[in-house]
Protein backbone atom coordinates (compact mmCIF):
# COMPACT_ATOMS: atom_id res chain seq x y z
CA UNK A 1 0.00 0.00 0.00
CA UNK A 2 1.36 3.47 -0.86
CA UNK A 3 1.64 5.66 1.79
CA UNK A 4 0.16 9.36 1.57
CA UNK A 5 2.90 11.43 3.05
CA UNK A 6 6.10 12.16 2.46
CA UNK A 7 8.69 14.58 3.46
CA UNK A 8 9.45 15.67 -0.49
CA UNK A 9 7.59 14.93 -4.00
CA UNK A 10 9.29 15.05 -6.97
CA UNK A 11 7.72 15.12 -10.39
CA UNK A 12 9.37 13.58 -13.34
CA UNK A 13 12.64 11.33 -13.08
CA UNK A 14 14.86 13.10 -15.25
CA UNK A 15 18.47 14.06 -14.89
CA UNK A 16 16.74 17.29 -12.59
CA UNK A 17 14.38 15.10 -10.37
CA UNK A 18 16.50 11.98 -9.78
CA UNK A 19 19.66 14.29 -8.96
CA UNK A 20 17.22 16.02 -6.62
CA UNK A 21 15.48 12.66 -5.55
CA UNK A 22 18.39 11.25 -4.81
CA UNK A 23 20.35 13.91 -3.08
CA UNK A 24 18.09 14.42 -0.74
CA UNK A 25 17.00 10.76 0.08
CA UNK A 26 21.38 10.15 0.54
CA UNK A 27 20.44 12.56 3.56
CA UNK A 28 17.82 10.42 5.17
CA UNK A 29 14.30 12.31 3.89
CA UNK A 30 11.62 9.98 2.64
CA UNK A 31 10.85 11.13 -1.01
CA UNK A 32 9.04 9.63 -3.86
CA UNK A 33 9.76 10.40 -7.10
CA UNK A 34 7.22 10.11 -9.60
CA UNK A 35 7.41 9.71 -13.29
CA UNK A 36 4.74 9.36 -16.14
CA UNK A 37 6.91 6.86 -18.14
CA UNK A 38 8.24 3.95 -16.38
CA UNK A 39 12.03 4.02 -15.56
CA UNK A 40 14.18 4.02 -18.80
CA UNK A 41 11.65 6.26 -21.36
CA UNK A 42 12.82 7.73 -23.97
CA UNK A 43 14.00 11.45 -24.26
CA UNK A 44 14.70 13.29 -27.40
CA UNK A 45 17.92 15.13 -26.72
CA UNK A 46 21.47 15.13 -28.09
CA UNK A 47 23.34 12.73 -25.41
CA UNK A 48 26.04 14.68 -25.14
CA UNK A 49 27.96 14.83 -21.89
CA UNK A 50 30.24 18.52 -21.58
CA UNK A 51 32.29 19.46 -18.46
CA UNK A 52 29.21 20.25 -16.13
CA UNK A 53 27.43 16.82 -16.28
CA UNK A 54 31.03 15.28 -15.74
CA UNK A 55 30.77 17.74 -12.53
CA UNK A 56 27.17 16.88 -11.44
CA UNK A 57 27.61 13.27 -11.94
CA UNK A 58 30.88 12.75 -9.97
CA UNK A 59 28.92 14.82 -7.19
CA UNK A 60 26.54 12.01 -7.37
CA UNK A 61 28.96 8.77 -7.21
CA UNK A 62 28.04 8.31 -10.55
CA UNK A 63 30.41 9.64 -13.07
CA UNK A 64 32.55 6.81 -13.21
CA UNK A 65 29.76 4.19 -14.10
CA UNK A 66 28.24 6.38 -16.80
CA UNK A 67 31.88 6.52 -18.35
CA UNK A 68 32.25 2.60 -18.48
CA UNK A 69 28.70 2.55 -20.41
CA UNK A 70 29.28 6.34 -22.94
CA UNK A 71 31.47 6.60 -25.75
CA UNK A 72 33.89 8.59 -24.76
CA UNK A 73 34.95 12.17 -26.68
CA UNK A 74 37.84 14.18 -26.56
CA UNK A 75 37.16 16.80 -28.73
CA UNK A 76 34.22 19.37 -30.25
CA UNK A 77 34.38 19.77 -33.82
CA UNK A 78 32.96 23.00 -35.03
CA UNK A 79 32.35 23.03 -39.12
CA UNK A 80 31.99 26.63 -40.46
CA UNK A 81 29.02 27.04 -43.33
CA UNK A 82 32.66 27.08 -45.45
CA UNK A 83 33.70 23.80 -44.23
CA UNK A 84 36.53 25.28 -42.19
CA UNK A 85 37.09 23.02 -38.77
CA UNK A 86 38.68 23.86 -35.77
CA UNK A 87 38.33 20.80 -32.91
CA UNK A 88 38.13 21.82 -29.15
CA UNK A 89 39.46 20.16 -27.03
CA UNK A 90 37.33 18.99 -23.72
CA UNK A 91 36.18 16.12 -21.44
CA UNK A 92 33.05 15.07 -22.95
CA UNK A 93 31.06 11.42 -23.64
CA UNK A 94 27.56 10.31 -25.31
CA UNK A 95 25.32 8.09 -23.80
CA UNK A 96 21.66 7.51 -25.09
CA UNK A 97 19.16 9.31 -22.51
CA UNK A 98 17.05 6.06 -22.32
CA UNK A 99 20.32 4.65 -20.47
CA UNK A 100 21.27 7.61 -18.63
CA UNK A 101 18.13 8.35 -17.15
CA UNK A 102 17.39 4.81 -16.48
CA UNK A 103 20.72 5.14 -14.40
CA UNK A 104 20.33 8.33 -12.80
CA UNK A 105 16.25 7.42 -11.64
CA UNK A 106 17.79 3.77 -10.44
CA UNK A 107 20.28 5.56 -8.43
CA UNK A 108 17.63 7.65 -6.17
CA UNK A 109 15.91 4.41 -5.56
CA UNK A 110 19.41 3.08 -4.40
CA UNK A 111 19.92 6.19 -2.11
CA UNK A 112 16.41 5.51 -0.80
CA UNK A 113 13.24 7.41 -3.02
CA UNK A 114 10.32 5.44 -3.80
CA UNK A 115 10.08 5.36 -7.71
CA UNK A 116 5.93 5.55 -8.83
CA UNK A 117 5.14 5.35 -12.34
CA UNK A 118 3.20 5.49 -14.29
CA UNK A 119 2.33 8.38 -12.23
CA UNK A 120 1.04 11.77 -14.37
CA UNK A 121 0.87 14.82 -12.39
CA UNK A 122 -2.87 16.27 -12.39
CA UNK A 123 -2.73 19.26 -10.23
CA UNK A 124 -0.98 20.41 -6.74
CA UNK A 125 -2.93 20.35 -3.39
CA UNK A 126 -3.23 23.42 -1.95
CA UNK A 127 -3.92 24.35 1.60
CA UNK A 128 -3.90 28.13 2.81
CA UNK A 129 -1.95 29.26 -0.03
CA UNK A 130 1.07 26.61 0.27
CA UNK A 131 1.30 23.02 -2.02
CA UNK A 132 0.55 20.51 0.42
CA UNK A 133 0.97 17.26 -2.43
CA UNK A 134 -0.54 16.65 -5.18
CA UNK A 135 -3.18 14.69 -7.24
CA UNK A 136 -1.60 12.28 -9.85
CA UNK A 137 -3.13 9.43 -12.38
CA UNK A 138 -1.88 5.99 -11.56
CA UNK A 139 -2.51 3.09 -12.75
CA UNK A 140 -6.03 4.36 -14.05
CA UNK A 141 -7.06 5.91 -10.80
CA UNK A 142 -6.54 9.38 -9.44
CA UNK A 143 -4.24 9.32 -6.08
CA UNK A 144 -3.86 12.07 -3.83
CA UNK A 145 0.12 12.55 -2.36
CA UNK A 146 1.14 14.64 0.22
CA UNK A 147 4.14 16.12 1.14
CA UNK A 148 6.16 18.38 3.25
CA UNK A 149 7.54 19.69 -0.47
CA UNK A 150 6.57 19.44 -4.30
CA UNK A 151 9.45 19.53 -6.59
CA UNK A 152 8.50 20.04 -10.22
CA UNK A 153 10.86 18.77 -12.74
CA UNK A 154 8.56 18.05 -15.79
CA UNK A 155 10.58 18.97 -18.12
CA UNK A 156 9.65 21.15 -21.65
CA UNK A 157 5.76 20.80 -22.01
CA UNK A 158 4.44 23.41 -20.15
CA UNK A 159 1.22 21.50 -19.10
CA UNK A 160 2.41 20.36 -15.49
CA UNK A 161 3.41 23.94 -15.30
CA UNK A 162 0.44 25.34 -16.00
CA UNK A 163 -1.45 22.92 -13.99
CA UNK A 164 0.36 24.12 -10.83
CA UNK A 165 0.46 27.68 -11.84
CA UNK A 166 3.99 28.23 -12.46
CA UNK A 167 4.42 29.02 -16.35
CA UNK A 168 4.69 32.24 -17.80
CA UNK A 169 6.12 30.91 -21.48
CA UNK A 170 3.57 28.50 -22.86
CA UNK A 171 5.93 28.50 -25.77
CA UNK A 172 9.65 26.24 -25.99
CA UNK A 173 12.44 28.45 -26.66
CA UNK A 174 13.39 26.06 -29.71
CA UNK A 175 12.97 22.67 -31.17
CA UNK A 176 15.14 19.81 -32.01
CA UNK A 177 14.98 16.98 -34.00
CA UNK A 178 17.23 13.40 -33.82
CA UNK A 179 17.94 10.05 -34.62
CA UNK A 180 19.60 7.06 -34.51
CA UNK A 181 22.19 5.75 -37.07
CA UNK A 182 24.08 2.45 -36.38
CA UNK A 183 27.18 2.50 -38.87
CA UNK A 184 30.12 0.30 -37.16
CA UNK A 185 31.46 1.72 -40.73
CA UNK A 186 31.51 4.64 -39.22
CA UNK A 187 33.27 4.28 -36.27
CA UNK A 188 36.67 6.15 -36.21
CA UNK A 189 35.66 8.49 -39.01
CA UNK A 190 33.42 10.82 -36.65
CA UNK A 191 34.98 10.57 -33.78
CA UNK A 192 34.23 14.54 -32.29
CA UNK A 193 30.84 16.17 -30.93
CA UNK A 194 30.39 17.49 -34.72
CA UNK A 195 28.65 20.43 -34.91
CA UNK A 196 27.94 22.49 -37.92
CA UNK A 197 26.91 25.69 -39.21
CA UNK A 198 25.36 26.56 -42.59
CA UNK A 199 23.13 28.80 -44.45
CA UNK A 200 20.78 25.83 -45.39
CA UNK A 201 20.51 24.87 -41.71
CA UNK A 202 19.62 28.82 -40.50
CA UNK A 203 19.12 29.86 -37.88
CA UNK A 204 20.22 26.55 -36.40
CA UNK A 205 22.70 24.01 -36.24
CA UNK A 206 23.29 20.33 -37.20
CA UNK A 207 25.40 17.65 -35.30
CA UNK A 208 26.26 14.21 -35.37
CA UNK A 209 27.79 12.25 -31.84
CA UNK A 210 29.30 9.14 -31.95
CA UNK A 211 27.51 7.04 -29.38
CA UNK A 212 28.56 3.58 -28.23
CA UNK A 213 28.15 0.34 -29.46
CA UNK A 214 28.67 1.79 -32.94
CA UNK A 215 26.08 3.89 -32.90
CA UNK A 216 25.46 7.70 -33.91
CA UNK A 217 23.09 10.24 -32.44
CA UNK A 218 22.38 13.19 -35.39
CA UNK A 219 19.85 15.78 -35.70
CA UNK A 220 19.20 19.54 -35.92
CA UNK A 221 18.32 22.03 -33.28
CA UNK A 222 16.58 25.93 -33.48
CA UNK A 223 17.21 27.35 -30.15
CA UNK A 224 15.28 30.69 -30.92
CA UNK A 225 12.48 29.10 -32.88
CA UNK A 226 9.33 31.18 -31.61
CA UNK A 227 8.65 34.96 -31.33
CA UNK A 228 7.50 36.13 -27.69
CA UNK A 229 4.08 37.87 -27.88
CA UNK A 230 4.23 38.76 -24.47
CA UNK A 231 1.48 36.99 -21.59
CA UNK A 232 2.86 33.73 -21.60
CA UNK A 233 2.41 33.64 -25.34
CA UNK A 234 4.44 33.12 -28.64
CA UNK A 235 4.36 31.67 -32.22
CA UNK A 236 6.42 29.55 -34.34
CA UNK A 237 8.36 31.38 -36.58
CA UNK A 238 9.34 29.59 -39.88
CA UNK A 239 10.78 26.98 -39.19
CA UNK A 240 10.83 23.50 -40.83
CA UNK A 241 12.86 20.79 -38.93
CA UNK A 242 12.71 18.31 -40.95
CA UNK A 243 13.77 20.39 -43.91
CA UNK A 244 16.63 21.79 -42.31
CA UNK A 245 17.33 18.24 -41.03
CA UNK A 246 17.25 17.15 -45.11
CA UNK A 247 19.01 20.12 -45.48
CA UNK A 248 21.96 19.31 -43.32
CA UNK A 249 22.36 15.82 -44.88
CA UNK A 250 22.48 17.51 -47.92
CA UNK A 251 25.33 19.99 -46.76
CA UNK A 252 27.13 17.75 -44.83
CA UNK A 253 29.16 15.15 -46.56
CA UNK A 254 29.72 12.82 -43.54
CA UNK A 255 25.99 13.39 -42.55
CA UNK A 256 25.18 11.91 -46.05
CA UNK A 257 27.67 9.42 -45.68
CA UNK A 258 26.33 7.85 -42.38
CA UNK A 259 22.72 7.97 -43.93
CA UNK A 260 24.11 5.95 -46.98
CA UNK A 261 25.91 3.26 -45.44
CA UNK A 262 24.20 3.24 -41.80
CA UNK A 263 20.55 1.57 -40.82
CA UNK A 264 17.96 4.02 -38.91
CA UNK A 265 17.18 2.90 -35.46
CA UNK A 266 13.62 3.07 -35.59
CA UNK A 267 10.36 2.22 -37.32
CA UNK A 268 10.31 3.86 -41.00
CA UNK A 269 9.83 7.35 -41.38
CA UNK A 270 9.31 7.94 -37.53
CA UNK A 271 13.09 7.09 -36.61
CA UNK A 272 13.33 10.48 -36.07
CA UNK A 273 12.37 12.34 -32.98
CA UNK A 274 11.19 16.26 -32.53
CA UNK A 275 10.94 17.63 -28.79
CA UNK A 276 10.68 21.17 -27.25
CA UNK A 277 13.34 22.99 -25.56
CA UNK A 278 12.74 25.48 -22.65
CA UNK A 279 16.10 27.14 -22.28
CA UNK A 280 18.07 30.85 -20.33
CA UNK A 281 15.83 30.41 -16.88
CA UNK A 282 12.97 31.42 -18.42
CA UNK A 283 9.35 30.98 -19.12
CA UNK A 284 8.17 29.75 -14.98
CA UNK A 285 8.42 30.93 -11.66
CA UNK A 286 11.05 29.14 -9.83
CA UNK A 287 8.62 28.31 -6.57
CA UNK A 288 5.44 29.14 -4.72
CA UNK A 289 5.03 28.25 -1.60
CA UNK A 290 5.62 24.93 -0.99
CA UNK A 291 6.55 24.22 -4.39
CA UNK A 292 10.05 24.47 -6.24
CA UNK A 293 10.46 24.23 -10.48
CA UNK A 294 13.84 23.04 -11.21
CA UNK A 295 15.84 21.18 -14.53
CA UNK A 296 14.33 22.21 -17.96
CA UNK A 297 10.49 23.08 -16.41
CA UNK A 298 12.56 25.70 -15.35
CA UNK A 299 14.29 26.81 -18.37
CA UNK A 300 18.13 24.85 -17.40
CA UNK A 301 18.85 24.28 -20.93
CA UNK A 302 21.31 26.49 -22.54
CA UNK A 303 20.54 29.09 -25.69
CA UNK A 304 23.14 28.99 -29.01
CA UNK A 305 24.15 25.13 -27.80
CA UNK A 306 20.96 23.52 -26.44
CA UNK A 307 22.93 21.17 -23.50
CA UNK A 308 20.89 20.78 -20.91
CA UNK A 309 21.64 17.71 -19.02
CA UNK A 310 24.66 19.12 -17.06
CA UNK A 311 22.73 22.37 -15.96
CA UNK A 312 19.13 20.12 -15.59
CA UNK A 313 21.35 17.91 -12.61
CA UNK A 314 23.08 21.18 -10.95
CA UNK A 315 19.45 23.11 -10.94
CA UNK A 316 18.36 19.97 -9.07
CA UNK A 317 21.02 19.50 -7.16
CA UNK A 318 20.22 23.38 -5.78
CA UNK A 319 16.81 22.47 -5.51
CA UNK A 320 17.67 19.64 -3.04
CA UNK A 321 20.66 21.90 -0.89
CA UNK A 322 18.10 24.65 -0.43
CA UNK A 323 15.54 21.74 1.32
CA UNK A 324 18.05 20.32 3.21
CA UNK A 325 19.17 23.46 4.44
CA UNK A 326 15.79 25.43 5.30
CA UNK A 327 13.15 22.44 4.68
CA UNK A 328 10.90 23.87 8.02
CA UNK A 329 11.62 27.13 7.08
CA UNK A 330 9.66 28.14 3.27
CA UNK A 331 10.64 31.55 2.79
CA UNK A 332 14.45 30.50 3.63
CA UNK A 333 14.14 27.31 1.34
CA UNK A 334 12.60 29.63 -1.28
CA UNK A 335 15.12 32.76 -1.18
CA UNK A 336 18.18 30.08 -1.15
CA UNK A 337 16.86 27.93 -4.22
CA UNK A 338 15.52 31.32 -6.49
CA UNK A 339 19.41 32.85 -5.17
CA UNK A 340 21.14 29.23 -6.58
CA UNK A 341 19.43 29.96 -9.82
CA UNK A 342 19.85 33.70 -10.06
CA UNK A 343 23.56 33.09 -9.98
CA UNK A 344 23.64 30.92 -12.67
CA UNK A 345 21.53 33.57 -14.75
CA UNK A 346 24.03 35.81 -15.88
CA UNK A 347 26.14 32.48 -17.55
CA UNK A 348 22.30 31.80 -19.40
CA UNK A 349 21.96 35.38 -20.58
CA UNK A 350 25.34 35.18 -21.72
CA UNK A 351 24.92 31.93 -23.84
CA UNK A 352 21.89 33.87 -25.19
CA UNK A 353 24.08 36.47 -26.57
CA UNK A 354 25.96 33.77 -28.44
CA UNK A 355 23.25 32.66 -29.83
CA UNK A 356 23.68 35.14 -32.65
CA UNK A 357 26.23 32.43 -34.26
CA UNK A 358 23.52 30.19 -35.17
CA UNK A 359 21.57 33.24 -36.90
CA UNK A 360 24.82 34.55 -38.41
CA UNK A 361 26.61 31.20 -39.37
CA UNK A 362 29.39 33.95 -41.26
CA UNK A 363 30.22 34.03 -37.07
CA UNK A 364 31.36 30.77 -37.06
CA UNK A 365 33.62 30.66 -40.16
CA UNK A 366 35.47 34.16 -38.59
CA UNK A 367 35.50 32.14 -34.97
CA UNK A 368 37.42 28.85 -36.72
CA UNK A 369 39.61 30.94 -38.89
CA UNK A 370 41.07 32.51 -36.39
CA UNK A 371 41.06 29.49 -33.79
CA UNK A 372 43.04 27.79 -36.44
CA UNK A 373 45.70 30.27 -36.05
CA UNK A 374 45.27 31.29 -32.64
CA UNK A 375 46.39 29.09 -29.65
CA UNK A 376 45.09 31.94 -27.04
CA UNK A 377 41.36 31.65 -28.81
CA UNK A 378 41.50 28.10 -29.08
CA UNK A 379 41.99 27.66 -25.51
CA UNK A 380 39.01 30.23 -25.21
CA UNK A 381 37.03 28.45 -27.29
CA UNK A 382 37.82 25.16 -24.49
CA UNK A 383 37.13 27.44 -21.84
CA UNK A 384 33.73 28.02 -23.15
CA UNK A 385 33.12 24.09 -23.01
CA UNK A 386 34.34 24.23 -19.02
CA UNK A 387 32.62 27.31 -18.33
CA UNK A 388 35.85 28.92 -17.38
CA UNK A 389 35.51 31.45 -20.88
CA UNK A 390 32.84 33.89 -21.40
CA UNK A 391 30.65 32.53 -24.68
CA UNK A 392 28.89 35.78 -25.02
CA UNK A 393 32.26 37.90 -25.40
CA UNK A 394 33.46 35.45 -28.37
CA UNK A 395 30.58 36.95 -30.68
CA UNK A 396 30.32 40.72 -29.14
CA UNK A 397 31.68 42.87 -30.67
CA UNK A 398 34.49 43.72 -29.06
CA UNK A 399 35.22 39.85 -29.12
CA UNK A 400 35.55 40.17 -32.57
CA UNK A 401 37.17 43.09 -33.22
CA UNK A 402 39.48 41.08 -30.90
CA UNK A 403 39.71 37.98 -32.93
CA UNK A 404 42.26 40.05 -35.66
CA UNK A 405 44.56 41.11 -33.01
CA UNK A 406 45.23 37.49 -31.38
Not at 114 to 125: H, I, T
Not at 251 to 262: D, I, K, N, Q, S
Request: net charge positive.
Amino acid sequence: MLPRRYDILIIGAGPAGSACAQWLARAGLDVVLADQHPQGRDKICGDGLIPDSHRALAKLGLLDEVMRRAQAVSHVGCIGPRGGRIDVPGTLAVLPRRELDALLCQSAQDAGARFLAPARFEAPLEENGRVVGARLKHEGELIEIRAGWVVLATGAVPKALTAAGMCERHTPSGVALRGYVKAPEMVGRIKALEVVWHQSVRPGYGWIFPAPDGHFNIGVGVTDSHRDLGGGKGRKKEVNLRAIFDAFVEHYAPARELLRVGQRVGEGDNWLKGAPLRCTLKGARWTRPGLLVTGEAAGSTYSFTGEGIGKAMETGLLAAEALLAHREDDAAARTAYEAGLAKLKPKFDLYERANRVNAYPWLADLLIWRAQKSPRLLSRMSGVLNETSNPGHLVSLKGISRLFFE
